[in-house]
């Protein structure tokens, strides 16, 4: 049997995740803040830690996938964290889409505990997470990589390597989220033009699914408007497009296509749309265009 | 055999067009306002049409793929012209990227003589024409549109039917080209957002083409910032983003990111880039973003 | 008594500056579309001329103040048009807001009939022109501006002269309408910005008022979104924006502020605000900041 | 004599502020980082403190002009600091622009310490300072704002008042430099559309001061492009766009202009202009349009 893994983070990635891990013959010790989502990994196996650290053995191996770089930061740098646990010889892999600056200062952190941290934040939504079919970027020390890799096709169709920096990876992932962001207010825009020209939304959502697979599942949402259940919640996809515009200022590259993105989710936020699927901000193009979308869980107000 | 089309206009797209309804074993009379351009089509089979309406004979088919509104319009509208000439049961497929108003008031106008406008514009770049790998969407006249199935099948991979209405085929192919324009600002912009975290900006491409294949080519080319020799020139681009902006207008739609794309087009055609490739317009986020971009046409400034 | 001079369009512009021409102690032949509208200047001495035509005479002056760049063509370049009896020595001095192309164009045009075109528009709205507080922003031939001054004067506070390029006064006035529009679109986000910061929106704009006469007017009207009734129409403010971006595509240039001032501006006409003054724009902001604006019109939809 | 006050901060606008507390028969007890800074004000009769909490006495009043909310915070929060000097019935009058969240918290700590917070942030260039034509914004607890109307009237020609809130004077300052920064974009693009359309911009910036005394000095240092010395830097600029967009981005307000305002604004930083006069920013639009700018300083690259 493989080795006996920690796991801290059980949300709609974090869950799945770690049922293919014990899937694939992993042991694993699992937290979360709420401690009823722990019962469904400890009815496949896993064992129920009842403080943060606990998942962590010397020199082993902790996942985490939490919500955001605060959390994360929290987590590791609190005096007692699973870091110092972990010790010499230990890896942690961090799933979660984060800055960049703070990959950097946590593997900096990590360092001074003898531990290696892998940057390694995936790309899919809960369905391709449960299906294996999320894929990994990862960058960090090479040796934790190559340990890592049985643990990443667990979990995954594939693996990318993006060096030792340990930001890198998470710069990567940044590029990924603003590519679809930016897919789907295009989609969005497109969608109200066609409509506004006498063309039917399916009809578009079709044309463009056939030429792009990347493209088929957000011209269908917005051609439907089915924004709940929420697949990655708009919030969410607010904060990735914060960490864009962030990273982006720090390095000094102004961005404009992210700027309009960041303007349309703030604004889909302030609608109280926050809960909803990110594909929700493409309500934004057609009220701007004075169409009054009849949105199902809206229309109550 | 197969009956003989008209065909006008060769240029890069229209010329391998032309050639693989040739290599179909259809007879060609081919018109070209620059007349050496028809010698390549004569070598394999063509006719040489000495003027436009030489290319109809009545009741017969005529293909134009032409630079934009205004040169279809003048080669349909003048009097005498191979409108007039295919007369009754006469069919005009017309390849090119125009406006959806043009396609309507052509298509009235080619009713009065009792010949059917096909909106017929095709998706793929110089190469997919040569290796009849185009996607077709058409609108029109059922009837004209099942005529024209052979045809389609002669120059491409798929057709996409978008009904009776004139104007429909070209309103989707201008959201496809909105589609695709946006898919290059927002790579140029996290390409460059890449390279100033230290991230490569091939390994961000290689990533992105193994997702999606839509975006492997202008990931690729503008990772590499190879702009010549011009799949799609630039100035062609900003024709077609003005197309969108212009037929928005008219449907009172605003489109902030196709505002967007049509600064940055109108920026790098006042740097002098309108005969690069389209993807060009990446220089525009680098430059803003303090670097200057090594392009080696130029230099030589 | 001074000359009589004629004049064409008595909207809510044209009327009050015909009748400080009467006051002025000019003789007047006015025209309008709608007769109506010609009562209150012949009740004041005016003269009703029957055709647009009837208004000149030869080697006189006739003031034209239209609604924009067609109807201003329609009225000149009509076979036995006012410019054809203005003939030689005749001066047309156009108030209207156009496109520098199209001045350019008609003076091309009266050149042939010997006719001077002064493009003449002025800044102010139809409470200055009542009060003589217009300023006027004149170019084309020396002459004709010189015998055009006690004009001027009449009808507004100052003259400001930018020589003998018909397009040149146009230019400008386009310019000062980009201005004030974008002075417009930043009151609005900051009076938003306010608010959502828990500071009045009228304290912001006594404020802005104390420092700036220009700005006080539109920081009042949009602290208390008092839109009607228009002194300047929405729909008209949209026209002057869209001349910008034209004027500005011939001349390759990008302007990204007017882009988003027109994107605004079009998603207002789209939300039915076309005939509210050009200030209720700023509905925009504080809807997309998820503020439900309580505008009176509006609420009995 | 008039009581004698602390002052931290001889930037380009502390020293002027300072010189005319001085003038007004103030005592003066000044701190600097840079201690060179503080001869002018020892020669005119000032008191040269060797730690920043010599400042301050108890119960006194302490001014501070230092660059932004994190040198502030780290002045006040520090342990033995000039706040805790100050004591009960100690008022800190605040001149820096710094945000509103960083106002309400310095004001909660100083509330620990008895001593009253006075948001101040001002109105004005250093030569405003300089001729005591500042106009002060001012926010806090009443008491301590009328104590300070008479240093205010040393230093302005104006006092604004907003109320208890702390934060509101910040909320304000934010609003009216947004609202400059947006006039300087404007300007910038209307001068590049006018050279581009044959207008001189001497011309329309002369047109612009007649209109609006709030654009004329901006209107005339973008048409003769004279941006050194600087009389507000580019990068502080920045710093405070971006404080209007945290700010925003807390109260969930989306504010499109300022985004690209803060696009440009980054870009210019990114060409290294950071240190010259804000309005340098208006390169940005000319090289948009592939003008390029003769830049007196950037020539010699």
New interface residues.
């Given amino acids: 049997m493989a080795e006996t893994l920690g796991f801290i983070g059980l949300g709609n990635m974090g869950e799945p995740i770690a049922l293919n891990l014990l899937a694939a013959g992993y042991g694993l010790r699992v937290y979360n803040r709420t401690p009823s989502k722990v019962a469904p990994l400890v009815a496949r196996g896993g064992l129920a830690a009842k403080t943060v650290a606990e998942v962590a053995s010397a020199g082993g191996i902790v996942l985490t996938m939490v919500a955001d770089d605060r959390a994360l930061e929290d987590l590791c740098l609190a005096p007692g964290s699973f870091v110092e646990k972990l010790g010499a010889g230990g890896v942690h892999i961090s799933l979660s889409t984060i800055a ?1 600056a703070t990959a950097r200062r946590l593997s900096a952190h990590h360092a001074k505990h003898k531990v290696d941290y892998l940057a390694s934040p995936v ?1 899919g939504r809960p369905d391709a997470a449960a299906e294996r079919k999320l ?1 990994v ?1 990862t960058s960090g020390p090479g040796g934790a990589r190559r340990r890592a890799e049985p643990i990443f096709e667990a979990i995954g169709q ?1 693996v ?1 390597h ?1 060096g030792d ?1 340990p ?2 990876a998470n ?2 992932k ?3 989220n ?2 679809i962001a ?2 789907i ?3 969005a ?2 969608m ?3 409509e ?4 039917s939304k399916s ?2 959502a ?3 699914g ?6 088929r599942g957000y011209a269908k949402l917005i051609a439907e408007q089915k924004f709940e259940p929420a697949g990655f919640r708009l919030a969410l996809g607010f904060k990735d497009i ?1 960490l ?1 515009l962030q ?3 720090e ?10 993105l ?3 989710w ?2 889909a ?4 749309r926050g809960d909803l699927d990110w594909s929700a901000v493409a309500l ?2 057609a ?4 169409l009054k979308p009849s949105l199902r869980s809206e229309v109550v107000e």
């Fill in positions: 960049p790309f894929w970027c594939g990318l993006f920096e930001g890198a710069v990567v940044l590029c990924g603003f590519l930016s897919t207010e295009a989609l825009e497109l109200v033009f066609a506004k020209n006498g063309v009809a578009v079709d044309m463009i056939k030429f792009s697979p990347l493209h914060n864009v990273t982006a200022a390095s000094v590259t102004p961005l404009p296509m992210a700027s309009l960041y303007d349309r703030l604004s936020v302030a609608k109280g934004g193009a009220e701007d265009a004075g």
